[in-house]
């Protein structure tokens, strides 16, 4: 576990000065300092869009900061790309596998690995001896001859941790290894990575487990919204204090909790629009969402918080009609309102002039046709309507969707969404990317719509967002690995819901 | 003021990328004219002398070579237009003559009006026919229909040729080609004293609807969706985009297939191997110069027309070999992209 301070007098494996890394007005890392020290395991945690993964592919060469330094093993440098990383001796292992499926696992590893082969293009000999020699230091259990596509998750990620250990190898990065991994295999893992450690390789857990990196890591760093928060040795802090950091103090956000004990009553009664029991969605292997149980009610806003990856997507599209359950029943409203995570992809068509995009959610209604013919003067109509209703800043209905700000693109998705969801609202991550004032602008134009109307509609909140979860949602559920943990209304903190999110306060959700 | 002006930059950019391809397109020919010891002027004064120097050349060679070319570009957009990269034209062109040409020449007792209408649908059924084994094998395996389509293609011309060998063969059976189809089956000359056949107006016709179609109904909106953005056309719950994709294709494939039969039933009275020279490769050209709109694609077509018909009488009168309208017509595709690219880049460069 101390492996660090054994190597207390050498230079550190990794060294961030001050990196900063900026995708458009994006801050993605904001004047991050970040130091491995050559044998430790560094958890480097932070909820999604934290600047994690960013973090990591900086160090990878696969990102350059646009301020501050990188050093590696004591060194200034410059890294143009991942080779030059590689060269310096820093190796990533990638969230998504960048194995080649027909290929063995021994081509695999000897495909980028510079002594594996013969001028001519044969294995050199005896290097599958040391391919082997090597797996069986590592203690990872791997089949060489098993091709890649064959193989299960945990397989290829042992392969690919392979793959990056086989030359002389001073920093280890795994963006997210548990994410896809059974408990079982993340203690494998752990063992592996502690393994790796002890060898000198200064190893970068990064994930969003507490659990997992309290249990290997001897020094973690937190990241919040691209600032480091808090940094040190894991044993000088709990559970929970890494949670509070991950996720923001809780400043005064109960305001409404009031409200709802005061309301709740009145709702036990209110319609169903939506609801879904024992819902199984996903890939048959492993599905995201393993059995989901829940009702959305008129004139409420279920908040559904969790960290991105957990089943999010599946849910809301199996409530937006679009996937269907394995098993388990769905009882979803036919062509809901649905404000879809990525509104530049799926919300909204690019190529499209604003009325099309408009068309998009309009075009098989009645109203809408002229005969066989779309009303293409009323939909125009109605896009000028939804743009003076929701303030976009747009030159008009023929302006193409791609040239709106993130901001305008959100904007009109929500009044198109709102202005044709009379029952249910499916409202993915909705003010993400968005400045200050236009996400205050959307979460207003959310709470209007639950409350209005006749009758109100439901309206699904699906946010890792805890702030906006705790502002805005009535009834809060937390997604967990494919289950739904409920929030009773004394835990409305973010620290008790930052427990649950983060899966290390199992206990939380039982009581 | 400025707000017109980019109002008006707007309106005329689809316009102006083909107009600056076809330019620049003609200035690296007329420079490689140069250097090969022709004059460029008198080459593209050949040029346009045999593509419109008369009505009767503008009617029975320039817009008799646009026919084929604006059906089949029709086909193509169409595909495009969803997304579905149908390279298989050629194929279906094939596919449609031969349906049409079996069916006429086995049933020479039918009425004109009976005739017409079974040819013709028979000529499109066969070039769906051709276009459904890309299809199945996109939604059944997931094969990349770029490669399934062009590999479709030999297998027509294959199949032409052992037809028109054997089976189809005429009662002669002295070249290679089958029976002239029944008087009933040909399409009549437009205009007397002309080549020009009502095939010209089966594809204008054509175009129109199509434009009608993607424009203004709900399901040729559903096909745009489709093609721009498959994951908003799912997310919109409305409609399920990979369905529009394969009635697209499939109708891709019946248009291509007319045009194949329209060609014999028009021009040549006979089906025989070399019916298309590419025509189903070309109109791949035709369809992306127009940008695959449906209106523009009768313009396009009309040009690709005009660069066949003026090459012939390049060679004759200019003494220029007609590969170098081949070698044009690759540049003028060559530039387009050049061009797209350029716009693209500059568009990226304001944001």
Not at chain 1, 79 to 92: E, H, K, T, Y
Not at chain 2, 172 to 178: K, L
């Given at each position: 576990?101390?492996?660090?301070?054994?190597?207390?007098?050498?230079?550190?494996?990794?060294?961030?000065?001050?990196?900063?890394?900026?995708f458009?007005?994006?801050?993605?890392?904001?004047?991050?300092?970040?130091?491995?020290?050559?044998?430790?395991?560094?958890?480097l945690?932070?909820?999604?869009?934290?600047g994690?993964?960013?973090?990591?592919?900086?160090?990878?060469?696969?990102?350059?900061?646009?301020e501050?330094?990188?050093?590696?093993?004591?060194?200034?440098?410059?890294?143009?790309?991942?080779?030059?990383?590689?060269?310096?001796?820093?190796?990533?292992?990638?969230?998504?596998?960048?194995?080649?499926?027909?290929?063995?696992?021994?081509?695999?590893?000897?495909?980028?690995?510079?002594?594996?082969?013969?001028?001519?293009?044969?294995?050199?000999?005896?290097?599958?001896?040391?391919?082997?020699?090597?797996?069986?230091?590592?203690?990872?259990?791997?089949?060489?001859?098993m091709?890649?596509?064959?193989?299960?998750?945990?397989?290829?990620?042992?392969?690919e941790?392979?793959?990056?250990?086989?030359?002389?190898?001073?920093?280890?990065?795994?963006?997210?290894?548990?994410?896809?991994?059974?408990?079982?295999?993340?203690?494998?893992?752990?063992?592996?990575?502690?393994?790796?450690?002890?060898?000198?390789?200064?190893?970068?857990?990064v994930?969003?487990?507490?659990?997992?990196?309290?249990?290997?890591?001897?020094?973690?760093?937190?990241?919040?919204?691209?600032?480091?928060?808090?940094?040190?040795?894991?044993?000088?802090?709990?559970?929970?204090?890494?949670?509070?950091?991950?996720?923001?103090?809780?400043?005064?956000?109960?305001?409404?909790?009031?409200?709802?004990?005061?309301?709740?009553?009145?709702?036990?009664?209110?319609?169903?629009?939506?609801?879904?029991?024992?819902?199984?969605?996903?890939?048959?292997?492993?599905?995201?969402?393993?059995?989901?149980?829940?009702?959305?009610?008129?004139?409420?806003?279920?908040?559904?918080?969790?960290?991105?990856?957990?089943?999010?997507?599946?849910?809301?599209?199996?409530?937006?009609?679009?996937?269907?359950?394995?098993?388990?029943?769905?009882?979803?409203p036919?062509?809901?309102?649905?404000?879809?995570?990525?509104?530049?992809?799926?919300?909204?068509?690019?190529?499209?002039?604003?009325?099309?995009?408009?068309?998009?959610?309009?075009?098989d209604?009645?109203?809408?046709?002229?005969?066989?013919?779309?009303?293409?003067?009323?939909?125009?109509?109605?896009?000028?309507?939804?743009?003076?209703?929701?303030?976009?800043?747009?030159?008009?209905?023929?302006?193409?969707?791609?040239?709106?700000?993130g901001?305008?693109?959100?904007?009109?998705?929500?009044?198109?969404?709102?202005?044709?969801?009379?029952?249910?609202?499916?409202?993915?991550?909705?003010?993400?990317?968005?400045?200050?004032?236009?996400?205050?602008?959307?979460?207003?134009?959310?709470?209007?719509?639950?409350?209005?109307?006749?009758?109100?509609?439901?309206?699904?909140?699906?946010?890792?967002?805890?702030?906006?979860?705790?502002e805005?949602?009535?009834?809060?559920?937390?997604?967990?690995?494919?289950?739904?943990l409920?929030?009773?209304?004394?835990?409305?903190?973010?620290?008790?819901?930052?427990?649950?999110?983060?899966?290390?306060?199992?206990?939380?959700?039982?009581? | 003021?400025?707000?017109?002006?980019?109002?008006?930059?707007?309106?005329?950019?689809?316009?102006?990328?083909?107009?600056?391809?076809?330019?620049?397109?003609?200035?690296?020919?007329?420079?490689?004219?140069?250097?090969?010891?022709?004059?460029?002027?008198?080459?593209?004064?050949?040029?346009?002398?045999?593509a419109?120097?008369?009505?009767?050349?503008?009617?029975?060679?320039?817009?008799?070579?646009?026919?084929?070319?604006?059906?089949?570009?029709l086909?193509?957009?169409?595909?495009?237009?969803?997304?579905?990269?149908?390279?298989?034209?050629?194929?279906?062109?094939?596919?449609?003559?031969?349906?049409?040409?079996?069916?006429?020449?086995?049933?020479?007792?039918?009425?004109?009006?009976?005739?017409?209408?079974?040819?013709?649908?028979?000529?499109?059924?066969?070039?769906?026919?051709?276009?459904?084994?890309?299809?199945?094998?996109?939604?059944?395996?997931?094969?990349g229909?770029?490669?399934?389509?062009?590999?479709?293609?030999?297998?027509?011309?294959?199949?032409?040729?052992?037809?028109?060998?054997?089976?189809?063969?005429?009662?002669?059976?002295?070249?290679?080609?089958?029976?002239?189809?029944?008087?009933?089956?040909?399409?009549?000359?437009l205009?007397?004293?002309?080549?020009?056949?009502?095939?010209?107006?089966?594809?204008?016709?054509?175009?129109?609807?199509?434009?009608?179609?993607?424009?203004?109904?709900?399901?040729?909106?559903?096909?745009?969706?489709?093609?721009?953005?498959?994951?908003?056309?799912?997310?919109?719950?409305?409609?399920?985009?990979?369905?529009?994709?394969?009635?697209?294709?499939?109708?891709?494939?019946?248009?291509?297939?007319?045009?194949?039969?329209?060609?014999?039933?028009?021009?040549?009275?006979?089906?025989?191997?070399?019916?298309s020279?590419?025509?189903?490769y070309?109109?791949?050209?035709?369809?992306?110069?127009?940008?695959?709109?449906?209106?523009?694609?009768?313009?396009?077509?009309?040009?690709?027309?005009?660069?066949?018909?003026?090459?012939?009488?390049?060679?004759?009168?200019?003494g220029?070999?007609?590969?170098?309208?081949?070698?044009?017509?690759?540049?003028?595709?060559?530039?387009?992209?050049?061009?797209?690219?350029?716009?693209?880049?500059?568009?990226?460069?304001?944001?």
């Open positions: 576990m101390n492996a660090a301070d054994a190597h207390g007098d050498a230079p550190p494996a990794a060294r961030l000065a001050g990196v900063t890394k900026r458009g007005a994006v801050v993605a890392l904001d004047r991050v300092c970040f130091e491995l020290a050559p044998g430790e395991i560094h958890g945690l932070g909820e999604n869009g934290a994690k993964t960013t973090l990591a592919r900086v160090l990878a060469g696969l990102l350059s900061p646009d501050g330094q990188v050093e590696i093993a004591g060194t200034s440098v410059r890294l143009r790309n991942a080779a030059d990383a590689r060269r310096l001796g820093v190796a990533m292992v990638h969230q998504h596998f960048s194995l080649v499926p027909r290929f063995t696992g021994f081509e695999n590893v000897a495909l980028f690995n510079e002594g594996a082969w013969t001028p001519r293009g044969r294995a050199t000999p005896g290097y599958r001896a040391h391919v082997e020699a090597r797996a069986a230091e590592l203690g990872l259990a791997v089949d060489l001859d091709r890649a596509d064959q193989m299960s998750v945990g397989q290829r990620q042992r392969i941790i392979l793959k990056a250990l086989m030359s002389e190898t001073r920093v280890l990065l795994l963006d997210e290894p548990t994410a896809v991994l059974a408990p079982k295999e993340v203690e494998r893992l752990l063992a592996v990575l502690r393994r790796v450690a002890r060898s000198g390789t200064g190893v970068v857990l994930a969003h487990k507490l659990d997992e990196v309290l249990s290997a890591a001897g020094r973690v760093t937190v990241l919040r919204r691209g600032k480091q928060v808090l940094a040190g040795p894991a044993r000088d802090f709990s559970a929970r204090e890494l949670a509070v950091a991950m996720v923001g103090e809780p400043v005064g956000r109960d305001r409404f909790s009031d409200k709802i004990s005061l309301e709740s009553d009145g709702r036990e009664s209110a319609d169903v629009v939506a609801s879904l029991t024992d819902v199984v969605a996903g890939s048959p292997e492993a599905p995201s969402l393993r059995g989901v149980t829940l009702a959305a009610r008129r004139g409420e806003i279920l908040g559904v918080a969790g960290v991105e990856g957990n089943g999010q997507r599946e849910l809301a599209a199996v409530l937006a009609g679009v996937l269907q359950p394995l098993s388990g029943v769905a009882r979803v036919s062509k809901p309102g649905w404000m879809p995570l990525d509104r530049g992809e799926e919300g909204l068509v690019g190529d499209f002039p604003l009325d099309e995009n408009v068309a998009l959610a309009l075009h209604e009645p109203a809408f046709r002229r005969g066989p013919w779309l009303d293409w003067s009323g939909i125009k109509k109605r896009t000028k309507a939804l743009l003076a209703d929701a303030d976009v800043a747009a030159p008009g209905p023929e302006a193409f969707a791609a040239t709106l700000s901001g305008n693109q959100q904007r009109l998705l929500v009044a198109r969404e709102l202005d044709r969801s009379k029952e249910l609202l499916i409202a993915e991550s909705p003010t993400r990317g968005l400045d200050v004032k236009a996400a205050r602008a959307v979460r207003r134009r959310l709470v209007e719509f639950a409350r209005n109307g006749e009758p109100p509609p439901a309206v699904v909140l699906i946010s890792p967002d805890l702030d906006e979860i705790l805005l949602a009535d009834r809060i559920l937390v997604l967990v690995r494919g289950r739904l409920p929030v009773g209304p004394s835990d409305r903190s973010a620290t008790a819901i930052g427990a649950l999110m983060l899966a290390a306060g199992d206990a939380v959700g039982r009581r | 003021m400025a707000q017109m002006g980019l109002r008006i930059a707007r309106a005329l950019q689809p316009v102006a990328q083909p107009v600056l391809a076809l330019a620049a397109t003609l200035a690296v020919a007329a420079a490689l004219l140069a250097l090969g010891g022709h004059s460029p002027a008198d080459a593209f004064g050949a040029l346009v002398q045999g419109f120097g008369s009505w009767n050349r503008f009617l029975s060679f320039t817009l008799v070579q646009a026919t084929p070319l604006l059906l089949t570009g086909a193509v957009a169409v595909a495009f237009r969803a997304g579905a990269w149908n390279i298989g034209a050629e194929g279906q062109l094939l596919a449609g003559a031969l349906a049409g040409v079996a069916l006429a020449i086995s049933w020479p007792e039918a009425s004109a009006l009976v005739l017409l209408a079974a040819t013709f649908a028979a000529a499109a059924a066969g070039g769906a026919a051709w276009a459904l084994v890309p299809i199945a094998m996109k939604t059944r395996m997931g094969v229909e770029v490669i399934t389509t062009l590999l479709m293609n030999f297998v027509a011309l294959f199949l032409a040729q052992f037809l028109v060998q054997g089976p189809l063969r005429e009662s002669r059976g002295v070249f290679n080609m089958t029976d002239e189809i029944p008087a009933a089956a040909q399409l009549a000359p205009f007397p004293g002309t080549r020009l056949h009502a095939g010209f107006l089966v594809g204008l016709l054509l175009a129109g609807g199509l434009w009608l179609y993607m424009s203004r109904t709900p399901g040729g909106f559903r096909v745009r969706v489709a093609g721009a953005s498959p994951r908003a056309a799912v997310a919109s719950g409305r409609f399920d985009p990979a369905r529009v994709v394969r009635w697209s294709f499939l109708a891709s494939g019946a248009i291509a297939g007319l045009a194949g039969w329209i060609q014999v039933a028009g021009v040549t009275g006979r089906m025989y191997e070399g019916l020279p590419g025509w189903g070309t109109a791949i050209a035709v369809a992306l110069l127009a940008r695959l709109h449906p209106g523009a694609i009768v313009i396009s077509a009309v040009v690709f027309g005009a660069l066949g018909a003026g090459g012939g009488a390049m060679q004759r009168d200019a220029v070999p007609e590969a170098w309208v081949r070698g044009t017509e690759a540049l003028l595709i060559l530039a387009l992209l050049a061009v797209d690219r350029g716009f693209r880049a500059a568009s990226k460069g304001d944001s």
